[in-house]
């Protein structure tokens, strides 16, 4: 270290990142419910009061793995709408770009994906500052659907909600306001094209569609094909 202490602050600004790159080591083969600091210091070669030094509980190491990964999976989607927009692409094509990008990233990153979408670990509760980082996945999607309703590209629905909105305030909110009718109940059928994407994705990286499907990427894009249909979307068929 030199006098000027530059190394130890090099050191420090970097271990954060040394501590997380362990631990999603540790994700791959153990999964989120065997994360513990001490396993983390082992397999990272550190000593646990460093890894205690910038994430002090499991939690808070949980937290800043969670959030990674959302922001990961958010701005794949989001670098591939800006390409698909910059290329003058339709809403559908720009639906088919973003959900095969996260597609992607979720085959890429699988314990990540699996951290961020499938069961629960237990006695771990996301915090409030991880809402943020998973609006993105939501917000991109919604984006192309507004772009969609305000371009006329939209089909109007057979059938409508039923009753009052099932939407909470932050729902509403995020899509800019309730669209006049016939789309009065877009974001209700936003939130169930959401739901698919992620179901649809969960069968494919956990390995449940490879025994009934014989080509999974062209099924992935047919299945994204029918679940747009259900806000009156056409997404262009084939892979190119």
Known sequence: M??????????????????????????????????????????GGLAVAEVAAVFPQRDDLLTALVIDAYNGSGAAMEQADQAAVAAGASAGVRLLAVTRALRQWSFDNPAEFTLIYGSPVPGYHAPQETVPPASRTPVVLAGIVRSALEAGELTPPRRAVPGPPLLLPEAVQLFGGVPEAPFSDIIERGIVLWSNLIGLLVFQVFSRTHDSVRDESAFFDYAIAVAAESIGLEVPSGRP
């Open 2 to 43: 030199d006098v000027s202490g530059n190394s130890t602050a090099d050191e420090n600004t970097k271990l954060p990142a040394v501590v997380k790159a362990a631990a999603r080591q540790l994700l791959v083969g153990l999964g989120a419910a065997g994360l513990s600091l001490d396993a983390v210091a082992r397999d």
